[in-house]
């Protein structure tokens, strides 16, 4: 598999199988006493010539021809011939969506706070031609920009907004990105932030932040059903000071609902019995809850 960083055409089944052919005819007609040695000699220089012009890009690349020195222009995909001597394959550029991975380690957001941050970046070559002539070797000068800017990116921030607006940070890494390699030929299409690690004691402490929030919400909260709960109470209570019938009915129920369970004990006031006539009510419940026959 060829790479963008080759600076020759490797050698491909094609032109070895017609080298090879090339050479078995010669020997044949050498053997054969039909050419001497110096046409012998012509013909392996111009088998190999031959050879040497015949080249593959496979679908994904297109080389880049240089004639004499100059650009001569792009080749391929497929099968296409040189110039032995005259033309020389500088490089395959590979036109696939790439990815490169890239960190910034230990380094301070706007508040002060050391961080490491790892992120990739999706991008391909949309011009061969920028890509070959205007930087040397652009997958490490892509991978060496993309840390610079994400350091610019994070030394604006403070840690808060790294944690929770992470992907509006990699959105505005991926345009700056952009504007920065579009010059030569290159685009970064999608720029993704993997992991922000922050020192232990900080997480320990937002931890503990954290935890004390939700415990103060867990308050507010009990807090504010104890209020409805009260001001329900208050509203029966006003019901039941009008309603004395529906007070008895209620205490009644409340004594029936202790006495279902086998073996419970309720304590009832003396006023409760005095004022609901609860006593002969409850002893009646008891003495009908003592002659259920027992299973």
């Known amino acids: 598999m060829r790479t963008s960083a080759e600076t020759s055409g490797s050698a491909n089944i094609i032109a070895t199988t017609v080298v090879i ?149 990699a959105e505005d890494l991926q345009k700056t990105l952009d504007s920065n390699t579009n010059p030569w030929g290159i685009t970064c299409q999608t720029v993704g932030i993997r992991d922000i690690i922050i020192p232990q004691a900080l997480a320990d402490a937002m931890s503990k932040q954290a935890q004390a929030e939700r415990e103060r919400k867990a308050r507010v909260i009990l807090g504010t059903a104890e209020t409805e709960i009260a001001e329900k109470f208050a509203m029966a209570s006003k019901e039941y000071a009008d309603n004395p019938i529906a007070l008895h009915l209620r205490g009644m129920n409340m004594l029936y609902e202790g006495l279902k369970e086998k073996g419970s004990m309720v304590i009832v006031p003396s006023s409760a019995l005095d004022s609901m006539n609860l006593g002969v009510i409850g002893g009646l419940a008891s003495l009908a809850k003592g002659n259920e026959p027992q299973k």
């Open 21 to 169: 052919i090339l050479f078995a005819i010669t020997a044949l007609l050498y053997y054969s006493g039909i050419i001497g040695v110096p046409l012998l000699v012509v013909l392996i220089i111009v088998s190999l010539l031959i050879g040497s012009s015949i080249r593959i890009a496979d679908q994904w690349e297109k080389a880049v021809v240089l004639r004499m020195g100059k650009y001569s222009g792009l080749k391929g995909p497929g099968l296409f011939f040189i110039i032995p001597i005259i033309d020389q394959v500088s490089s395959y550029i590979d036109q696939r969506v790439r990815v490169t991975e890239f960190r910034a380690e230990q380094t301070l957001t706007k508040d002060t706070v050391p961080v490491n941050v790892d992120a990739v970046v999706y991008w391909t070559v949309w011009d061969v031609e920028k890509a070959a002539l205007e930087v040397q070797e652009y997958v490490k000068a892509i991978s060496f920009i993309a840390q610079t800017d994400l350091r610019d990116i994070i030394g604006k921030h403070e840690l808060a907004d790294l944690l929770q607006e992470r992907e509006k940070i």
